[in-house]
């Protein structure tokens, strides 16, 4: 069972629960992916919450690897998620709000309307 106060989250991929958890050193192979020069610059980048389907296999990938799974980016290219495409995002969108937080309960507070401030949210597929 996945441990939120961790950051973990739990997906399934090929018919299987997996664990997942963007770990600083997961975290770190991130920023070499993308190059970016801090985890600042990382956030930024999926704060904006547009990810290609190669930048989805590399944090599903770096998540997998946090929690332990020797896999690499081409194995987890080749899984199936339930929801297909979709649930591809979902699980992007969990793991990088269970990772920097900002998980945003209502529609007001995601737009900054009445009866909320303003929240961030570090992926914008997220709920």
């Known amino acids: ?5 961790r950051g ?18 997961a975290l770190a192979d991130l920023e070499h992916a ?15 919450g547009r990810l290609s389907a190669r ?3 590399r ?3 770096a998540g997998l690897r946090g929690a332990g799974e020797a896999i690499t980016d081409e194995a987890v290219a080749a899984m199936q998620a339930e929801g297909g495409a979709a649930g591809y995002v979902d ?12 998980e945003v309960t209502s529609q007001s507070s995601r737009t900054g309307g009445e009866g909320g401030a303003e929240a961030r949210v570090p992926f ?4």
């Open 1 to 5: 069972m996945a441990n939120q106060h």
């Open 8 to 25: 973990e989250i739990e997906a399934r991929l090929d018919g299987v629960t997996h664990r997942l958890v963007l770990t600083l050193g």
């Open 91 to 102: 699980i992007v969108a969990r793991l990088l709000n269970a990772t920097f937080g900002g």
């Open 34 to 48: 993308f190059g970016d020069d801090d985890m600042l610059a990382l956030a930024t980048r999926f704060e904006k």
């Open 124 to 127: 914008a597929g997220g709920s």
């Open 59 to 61: 944090v599903i990938a």
């Open 55 to 57: 930048d989805c296999v």
